[in-house]
Every structure is written in C-alpha cells, then in structure tokens.
C-alpha cells in the first residue's frame, strides 16, 4: 500500500489571481501528486477546510483507493456541496489521481483509456469599448488560429476585486450615468440589463456581418438577467448562430431553463457555479441545456467531473469545462485531460499563462493555432517549482467579487 | 447610520460540541448582536469564512441594511449556497436581525409582526438498546408532558467523531457481527440497513401497543437507505401513524421524493443537510414533502429560513427547524423567534440545555411541558458570558463524523 | 504504440455451455488480454462477427485506445446495439481493459480508481419441486454463508436447449396438464402464470416463515408475465419484503414501470435482455426501476457497463450485474471488477465454477461465505489454458432456448 | 400442412453492394419463397445466423403460420432486437409471406387486403458538389416526373467502404482543411457540422428559388449532428419547406424529438437505424415524429413492419421506409407491397435498379413518372436467377462504414 505521508497547501500568484494548490505526499520516495483547490474569492476557508479538516481525516490511508478517500472527505463533513468544501476535496483527488496516472507510468488520459483527440480547441474573449476594439481584437484572435471567440462589448473585465472596495465596472457594459440613478445610490458598479442586451445584440451583429459564419461565437450572460429578460434574449441572439451562450440564468434560477428550451434553439451552457448535484443532474435528464460547463475544483474534483462527463454523455449534451484565469495550471492541464478521453467534449475555456506561470508551474499544456495540447508526461503532468511560487504571495486583500447594481441601486446576483 | 465597528467570532464547546458563534458590534456604544454558525465538523473553515472573507467586506456598512448586507455576503464570493460560506453568512444575518430587534426594543417575533401562539411544541429523542430501555424513555418524556417523541432503537449515539477514529457505533443499531463481513474488510461503524428497518418496525410497534395513540411519534431516518428501501420502510410504518418520517432520502436522492409520494402517506420531514435552493423549492413546488425542517445557519441565516417558511405556508407544508445539540441557544433562540411567528409551524426538535450552558449563554428559552417559551426580552434574547465560555475550548480534534460501513465495508453516506 | 496483432477467437464448454472468450494479442511480446463474448444460443454469429468483421477492422491500432476503438467497433456496422454485435464487440473491450491494466500493472478495480469493498456480497438459486426441496436448498445456502438467495419453485432448469427440441419444462413450475390444452396444440413447455404466481407466491411465504428476516429473498420472473400480471404479482409480494424482483417486464414493456413505481415498493431489479440505451437509460432517467443488471458482454463491454453503473449512481439505482452459467470466468472476474470499484453496487449473480473450468481458466475469483473475492493480479486476473479449452468443444446441438407456451399453446417470451 | 424443407443463404453483388437473401423451400414442390436479410456491413454475421442457428429452428415446421415462427426465431435466442438477427429473421419472414400469398394465388398487397392506390410515390437523391450540378441533378429528376427530391450538397457518397481504410469523403460536405486539424490528427474522413449546415441551408434556398414551391424537398442529417445543432437546423429549415427532414437525430439521442417538437415545423422522418420497439414505439406514442422509415429487414420483417404502420396510422403518422441501394429487389418489392396497402402511406426512397440487376432478379418493380409500380404477380413477385447471381460474388473487403471525425479527430457517429 502506498501511503499519504503529508498534505500540503501551496498559495501562489503569478498571475495576479490567488491560487491554491495542494501536495499530496505519499510513502513512496519522489512519489506525490498535485491538485488544484483555487476559489479565488475564498481563498483562506478553503486552506483552512484542506489543512485543519481534510489532512487529518486522511493521512496515513491508502493513495490508490481514489473514489474510496472521495467519499469519506466528501461525506464525513456530514453537511456537503458547498464550495468551500468541494475545492479542499478536489484538491486532494485531483492529486491522488496524478499519483495514480504516475504509478501506472501513463498520463492521465492513457490510464482513463486513451485519448480520442490530439488537442482540445480553445476559445478566449474577445473585448472592447467600441465596435472598432471589438473587430481588432476578433480578428487577433482569428489570426491565431482561432475558431471560437468569446464575444464580449462595452466594459472592461468583469470588475475590480479589492476588498471593500465598492466601485469598479459591471461586466458586460459602461457604468450607468449618474443622471438616472435615485438620489442617495450607494456606491458600486451600476449595470443596466435592457443597455447591456441593446448593446451586445449590435455588437454580435457586427461581429457576424464582418467576419462572415467561419468563426465561432461565445457569449456570456454571467447570470445577470432575469429569467425572462434571459430567455428573450436568448431568442434575439438567434440570428448570429451562437456557438452557445453561457450562463444564462443563475443557479437559483434553473428551473427556467424548461421554458428556455421550449423557447429558443439558442445553445445554452451553463454550470460554473455549480457545487450540487441538484444543480446538475435535473439539467441533464431534462435535456435542458447543450454544453455543462462545470469548474471542477468547485465540484469536488476529478472524480465528480468524469461522472458529470459520462452522464452528460448518455444525454447527449457536451462538456465545455470553466477554464478562467482562477484555475491554476494544474487544474487546467487536469481539464485537458477530461477534454481529450471525452467523446462529448465541445469546447474548452483557456486564458492563457504568462511566462512566469510556466516557470512556476513546469509542464504546462502547450497552445497553438487554436488547440491546446499536453505534454504526454505520466499523471497530470504538471509540477510547481516551490521555491519560486513562494516569490507570488497571495494577495489577501483581493477576495471580493464586483458590486453589480441596477440603475435604482439595488445589489444584483454578480 | 448605525454601523458595523466589529465582528468577532467565539469559539465555545459548554455542551462538549464545538460551537461557533458570532459577535456583530456596532458604532452605537452597547448596541451589538449575536448570530450562530455552527458547523461542528467544519468549524476552523467556517472561522477563517467570516474573519477572512466576510469579516473586511462588512466592516463600516450600515447594520440596518440586513437584507442587503446578507446579499452582500452570499453574492460576494461569487460561489455559493455551500455549509462552511452560510453559517458565516448566517452567523452575522442572524446577528443583525438581533440589533434590528434590539434597536426597535422588541423581541424578535414582534418586530416580525407578532406572535401567533405563545410557545412551540418540542421533541425529544427516546432511544433505547432493548425493548425494555426505550420504553422507559419514552415514558420518561411523556411524564415530563412532551406530545411528541423521536424514536430510535438498538443503537447508541450517531457515531463517535474523533478524528482519524474509524471505529465507533453506526446510527441506529448494534455493530454488524465480523462474521458476515469480508476478509480484509477496513474498520469503520458497521451498519445494516436491513437489521435497521426491522428492528425500527418492531420498536415502533411496541411503543404503539405500548403507549397507545395519544403520543406523536417520530422517527430519523438519517439518510441512510437506498432510495428504494426508504421508500419500502416508508410504506411498512403507515400502520404506526408517525407524526413524521425523518430524512428517509439524503440530498442526492431528493427526486425520489415524487415516488414516496406515489407510494405512502407517511409524512416526510426532510432538509437538515439543505444548504442549495435546489434542494428545497422543487420539493415544496411538488408538494412532496409535509415538513421543511432546515439547519437555520447551513441555510444561511433568518433572512432565507424566513421566505422558506413564507414558501411552505403557500403550498401548505409545516415547518420543523433542525435542532440538535450542535446548534448554540442563540440558534435554538431564533428557530423558537421563527415558530412563533409562522402559522404553518409543525414542531420544534429541543436538545435540552445543561446548566453550564444556560451560565454561558444568559437568557436561554425555558422548556415546560413540552413547549419552548421565550424569555420576551428584546432581540433574540441570548446574550453570551465571553470570559465563561472561553473556559470551555472548542476540541480540534473532534471534527470527523461516523464512518459508517455496510457489511461488505462499502462507506456509505453518514 | 502499443498495436493489435491478432484477434483470435477461442470457444469452450468446460461447464456445458458454450462459451466464447477472445485474445486480443499486442506488438509486446507476452503482452495480450482477454474478453468475454459469450451469447450461448447464437455463438456462431458471434464468432463470425469478430473473425470476418472487427478483427480487419482492429488490427494494427494502438489498442491503448480502448474508447476509440469502442466506438469504431460499435459504429462502423452503421447498424448497432444488438447483442450479436454488441457481444463481439465486448470481447474486444474487455481485452484491451485487460491489456490497459497489465501496462499499468495494476488489478482493474485499482486502475479504475481503487476498491471500494474487498469482495462483492453473491446469491445463486435455491429451486425445488416441492416446499421440502425448496427449503434444503435454502438451508443450504445459508449454512453455505449466502445472505442472498433466489428462490424458484416448482420447476426445474429454464427448459432444455436441443436443436429443434420442442419440449423441456418452462422456467418456474410443472408442466400444465394435457387436459386444460386445447385439442391439437403444438409441443412445447407449457406454462401457466396463474398457476406460477399462486406457487410463487406460497413458495416465498413458506420460506419466510421457516428461515425469518435474516436471509435476502430474490426472485426472477424471467419476462414470463403480462404487464398486469406483472404489476399486481409484485404487489402481493410486498409482505415477503424481498430484496429485488428480477425481470417482472420484458424488453417490449417497459414502459409499464412507471405503473409498477406507482403501485408496489417492491424493488425492481431488470436488464439481463438489453442490448439499447434506450432500453437502460429512461428507467434510469425516470427512477422506475431500483437495480440494473445488464449482461456486460450483451451491452457491448466494459466500456458501456461502466458508463451505466455511474449514470446508475447519479440516480440513485444500484447494480447487479448478469451473471449466470453462460458468462465466461473472464466475464466474472470482469463483473467483480466493477463491482468493487462502483459505490452503488448491490448484488452479483454467481454460477459457482466447477474444478474443470477453474482448469481451463486460471485465476477465476475464489468464492467464501457468501462473497466474491479477486486475486489481485494484474488486468482483469483470469488466463485461458487454450490447449484444455480445445478439450471441451462447444456444442452445435444446444442453441436453442425453451418454447415456453401458454396453456393454450401460445408461445411466449422465453 | 406445408413444411419448410430449406433455408439458403444467396450473396450477391450485381449493384457492387454485398446483398443477402434467403430462398425458403418447401414440402410442395416448386412452392418457395425469397426474402431480404440484407445487413452490408455485417453480411458474414448474418449469413451464420440464418445458417447456423435459424434453419435448424425451423426446419420442418409448418411455413403457414408466419406469425408463430416469426415469434418462435425472435425470442429464442432469448437476446433479440438487434441489427444481425432482425435482418436474419427478416430474411425468413419475408418469404414466408412470399410463400403464403403465392399459396393464395394473389400478389402480397391483394392478400393483406387490397391495394389503396395504384402505385408509390418515390425520392431519389439529387447531389451536386456546387451550385451548378446540384441543379443539374434538380432539374433531371423533375424531368423525369419526380415530385420529391432528397438534397444532398458539397460532398460525395456517404463514404468509402474499404476494409480498413481510414480516408475517404464524409457525407455531406467536402473535407476539412487539414490546416484546421490539430497535430498528429488519424487520418479519415474529416466533416465539419458548422460548413455543412450553412452549406446546406445555402443550397436548400437555392433550390427553392430556382425550382419554385411545386417540388417537395427533403434532406437527410444522417444523425451526424449534436441534438442542439439538429434542432436549431431544423428550424432554420423551415422557409424551405421540406417535405421531411430526416435522421436528425440518432438512435442514442431519440428523446431530444421531444424538444425537436417544440421549436421547429420542420416535419421530422426517422428510423433507418432503428432495431428494437423502444426506439420507434416512444416516439409515435408520444408523436414527435412525422414520418416512421425503417428498414424493414433491420426491424425484422414484414411482420413487424405491417405492425409499425398499423400503429403510425392510428397517431397520424406516415410511412417512408428505408429504400437505399444496399436492400435488394426483394426488400424493394417487399417496401412497395407496404407501401400498396397503407393510408398513411407518405413517400418511398428509392435507388434505382441497373439492367444487371433487374436480370439476376427478375420481377423488379417499376419506375415511371416519379412512381413505383407492382408486377402483380403472386407473392412479393420478385424471383432470383441463382446461376446468374454467383457470377457477381460478394467483396469481403468492402465490410466498412466510413471513419467520419470533427475537424479535431473524434470519431464520431456514421
């Protein structure tokens, strides 16, 4: 039997972005596994969940009983699907199923049966202010290779993150004049769903009439818009032949997605909120939706993920797993390997790393001309330098999420 | 403006379950609350959850915002609707409820519109190893005016939570003899389900025959049979009139609930593991259940317990909060405020208070007669002795639940 | 790359039936594996599938590629999902699982994420002709260490299996008298489901009165009965609280589940026959039945069985996997394979094996009081002494199932 | 009573396709009947199972009660309904029905009780690789007398069938840019959903508005698209109009007819594939589909397919059975007789016969004016040439469907 000796959480932030990750020692000299845990936002629970809760239940088990150590972290907390905790858990199997991969000498995709495709096509976002950065940006990422854009028109990231800080833009579009917002509006990032629907219908529409229906178009609602604002525009969108559209509605508004389906053959992907099966599973059997597009660490990992993917298999909808700057290497080259032993895989998210990522996460996944391929090296195939991610330190000041508010004020779902 | 100046979390085990409390102070000198988040097993997560994360969020915000600041919290961290992130949130929801009240000098159910009954119906658990035993405990409660008795039979404790410990007693029935077990098979709590409903049916027929019908009888299930053995179990107990059936299906399973339905008019109490409003509106949409019976804190406070209540009256379902010993008076506090205000209160489960734990927690509600009565002070009427409760640590190392077993050694769900 | 060489297929009868097992032979030197394809009644078919059709087709592939070649096999006939196909195409499967394992080193079960149990709980078939028979044959198996056991009544074997042979006696009673046929009715095995449920019916008291609650009870309808029948049968079962009823529906019926679900808590154990996901998936999708017992070669291998018992999972529903006289030893081992690695396993028919296919099949899993133990070899563990197996040559004679006929003289499903 | 005497196997290839057929001889001399079994991919396998494991069934037995036997060569191999023994069984029945109406002295539409119209409306394909020639091909079907058109555009046949071979062109559209794939892609037939659906729907427009709304088009997907892109095509079809769209969907996606239902007009034609009741019977039951169009050998026979049409007429459903080069004259004749006495007769597909053809089975029904006409001879009125048919042996190499992959190399569906 081999052993786990130690677990171990590294904080690194090359990037910029807060990222745990987690090292699972086995009794095995030279022997061990990454996983990746990273929750942003919440980053210290989740350490805390891995190191006061997690290591203590399982060191001293046997490593190469994965779905065994799966449920006994997942279940022993009695209370279960949340985030905080899927991430500590995920961050434990994903390495538990890189040592696997490494005692079998096979990458992860060899030891899961083989890959059915060389590389996973990618797609990023495509940005900008005015139709004009919009186009320029397209068409870089066309040049690349591309043959999936995320669409994405008049504002800038997603918002600004600093703790307590209460300003910063709404995703998707300009901050709301001051003129129609009520007397005495709290500060933050004013969001205007009917301006953002306008605006992102005419930027679509440009986007298709210029660059013709070779490339691909992604769009992300980020579930900003109410169940019925969504399912109207879903309906607009059709004309432009969306490759889907992403998260449409939120998780506490799934249940409209009957009346999506009935409505619209817009294709519809959603699920990087998701932690519980009851989010997932309905989706599915009803046939709900087109694509899951789940964060894996957030679901509990690996184990869960393959379950997902063999599920959404049999009901004929594909994977297009949540691949944001927030998933470390690890977790990226770990959704590669998901991607490649899938027959349904559809797509998958990728920003890409900087070269400092590659220096502290050796052996990351290789982009090029719109695939992103691995490495070939048994397990995960990623490493992290120790010695040089203890140079990013996490930042903690940078754990809140946008402020999104509608004109009157009000404090919206972000 | 009265705003946030502190929050602070107490750790504190009077009962010998580790308690997580939380202390919102305000800029109005003496003007503070007291909100519960205790997640006995996750409890080092949800600690760091509101001193890391919630904690630099909602400092300098104004306290009156209740319903704002708890959207604040739960959007905030983008990822949500899991247990360690909702007891924080619930902790300092159920903190600024208790300065709301305090401000309007009120007891919590008058500042929620007024009582409709004076006190809430209680239940305790009666169990028993023999026959003989749990009839004298049931009449123990009867004696004491308790209407409604919680039955378990031929086990002891749901299990030891020591960590690391992988021995101790299944829920609901005596150790399962090795000889029926493979070799090889790990140590654990073993646990056979079909022992366990035989065993309950015979129990449940005793008190009947024994008690006659005059006595409410319930029983918990505690997730852990198969659906279709719950179901089965379900139907087997009609002849006993149960008040309610407990948990017979864990959160995985919950879309069974429509079968039970089809099946039995043994009423279903369901939701103490709930953290996700998939889990719970689809039930109470369906009519599939009878009793919603969250944890108030895994639920993320009184601002949601209290619209789940609203839900339920709608379709005509009764409310039965969780309350076991790992939930602090101020919990027990404001489940009691919920009862009394809610014409589709059910019942109450009451783990008695100790007397140290009425020292540590000054103004907890009176048991008499099998009701619960508040104390009508202003808020939710439990202050904390700080200095005390510090004289009774949390233990770190009990944070792990049962690691219940089948016979073949199968870890089953707790 | 490791490439296909050869595909040879190998046909013994060491038990008496025919059984077809096929080597997958590699580039590597020593290195092949072995898998079950074995539909006894039409095994010529079944050999001149993999000989004429999939052998051109695999060879010279990198056989690590056990889900691409899944897919080339089952969709390059254009025309699928039946078993002759599904069969061959099984063998093949199970062989490169085989094969993955041994590059890996590994038993399956590890491979696949570790055992979740050390053995699998098994039941076999207590029959007799009379309540005295019945019960010695009950008795036996407990004393044995069975905690499960199937009970049949009042019949013999399934029926005789000669070429063109019209009589034998019907699966689950005595022949019906000449006297209630009508004049000239045709040969055959007749057979009375009123006649069968009344005896069924006083067979399974009988024996719940003698042997008490301890012993499982199962019982296989073989697909014998009407959907009314069927549906009112396994309600008048429901005080014998058995552990599943097998095969209540046939393959054209099971729609009526949904009626069954709705009528009866008896649990509903059903697939042997399927060969079509649209035969598994829905009672899956609706939860209307309670276990899946598909044959793994007839549903096409290891690569679908295993994708259904995680879908299984999903819903709640448990396995129990095919396994009678006409499963190869490999085929055993294979099930036990999945046995041990899925959580939601229930139950495994076993067919005990006899000291002459111990022989021709080394390493078959050893069985002990009441479960199924594996070696621990590496792949699926069982090798073939191809020179005995020569000894034993399959039987062109026996391939044709009863002729089962209703008093009347109408045949019916078998 | 007229017993089977023989059961033979001819294979034939006179269109280049491997046809196979069955002659089924009896008592009364020169009283035969001929039957398709015709399986192209799989002919060996099929050959073995009327060889090796039917014609020892019904050797002597009665040839007049086809129902019997149909039920007695279905059910007795215990597993059924699938593609080798359905085309096996289907070769038998025919001729049992061949031989019962040349007994009666009728052709086979005058046994099943008379012909509702004189003849059947027929499609063939018209395909072009531009513009240009897919008008061509139009305009010379129109010419002929053809009132129903199947468009097909941009690419060739379906694909190669060689043994082993792995390039060859996809259906419907022409090869995707290499430069599009990623590194170290197999190679194969390379297709690409998006090009074909826009390169469909451009040249569906083209037609309608070069040939004006008197020509009733259809279009065949060949199941090659995910549910949500079948979906969303078929709405956008809609201002062509089609006649029927047919095989939108796979076999293993037939539930997503629901949702097809929901959102398009398009009429929907099915079931080529289909083998077993629970593909057709959900879907007329619930009538999401418009037309019902197996192949009547891989369903089973004429008896099963009688059956099916009674059923789509009683939910107002019509018929277009499978008619593609690769069933024989037999099969043909067999379609037309369905066709003869069906109200809810919709349209037949048909590949016309070479001169070679009609000389090895003379009787061929014929083709004027866009209808297929009968012989009216008795039976099915189509006979064999025996001696002549040897000369044009079958090509065992040629057993495989096309290896069609999405631009990133994943083997999908044929």
């Not at 046997?62 to 905080?84: I, K, S, T």
């Not at 083989?114 to 900008?128: I, P």
């Not at 509006?185 to 629907?197: C, S, T």
């Not at 080259?333 to 490649?340: D, R, S, T």
Request: glycine share 10%; with cysteine; aromatic share 10%.
């Amino acid at each position: 039997m081999i052993a786990i000796r130690d677990v171990r959480v590294i904080l690194t932030a090359p990037m910029g972005r807060n990222l745990l990750v987690v090292k699972v020692e086995t009794s095995e000299p030279g022997l061990y596994g990454w996983g990746c845990g990273t929750f942003t936002q919440r980053y210290q629970a989740v350490r805390s969940a891995v190191v006061d809760h997690l290591r203590p239940l399982v060191l001293g088990r046997d490593a190469g009983r994965v779905e065994e150590l799966w449920r006994l972290m997942m279940f022993n907390g009695y209370w279960r699907n949340g985030p905080v905790l899927n991430n500590a858990v995920s961050a434990i199997d994903m390495a538990l199923w890189d040592i696997k991969a490494k005692c079998a000498g096979m990458p992860l995709y060899d030891l899961w049966g083989g890959k059915l495709r060389e590389a996973a096509a990618v797609y990023q976002h495509a940005d900008g202010c005015d139709l004009a950065e919009l186009s320029d940006h397209v068409r870089a990422q066309i040049e690349q290779g591309m043959r999936h854009v995320r669409i994405r028109f008049g504002g800038s990231a997603v918002g600004t993150r600093q703790s307590g800080e209460v300003g910063g833009l709404a995703y998707g579009g300009p901050t709301v004049a001051a003129s129609v917002r009520p007397d005495g509006a709290l500060d933050g990032a004013y969001y205007d769903p009917q301006m953002y629907m306008r605006s992102t219908l005419s930027a679509m529409e440009h986007v298709r009439v210029t660059f013709g229906n070779e490339v691909e178009l992604l769009h992300d609602v980020h579930e900003r818009l109410t169940p019925s604002d969504a399912i109207a525009f879903a309906k607009q969108l059709e004309p432009y032949r969306l490759f889907f559209l992403e998260d449409a509605l939120s998780p506490e508004d799934l249940s409209w997605y009957g009346h999506m389906r009935h409505n619209t053959t817009t294709p519809q992907a959603v699920g990087e909120l998701f932690n519980n099966p009851n989010e997932w599973l309905p989706l599915m059997a009803n046939r709900w939706i087109d694509f899951v597009r789940m964060h894996v660490s957030q679901m509990g990992g690996l184990t869960p993920a393959r379950k997902v993917a063999t599920i959404a298999e049999a009901f004929g909808i594909r994977t297009a797993w949540h691949g944001p700057g927030d998933v470390s290497p690890i977790g990226h080259a770990a959704n590669l390997h998901l991607n490649l032993v899938s027959s349904n895989f559809g797509v998958q998210e990728l920003q890409p790393f900087t070269e400092i990522t590659r220096e502290v996460f050796p052996g990351c996944p290789e982009f090029r001309q719109g695939y992103f391929y691995p490495n070939d090296q048994p397990g995960i195939g990623v490493d992290v330098d120790e010695k040089l991610a203890e140079k990013y330190p996490c930042d903690p000041s940078v754990i809140q999420w946008t402020q999104a508010r509608l004109p009157d004020g009000t404090l919206v779902k972000p």
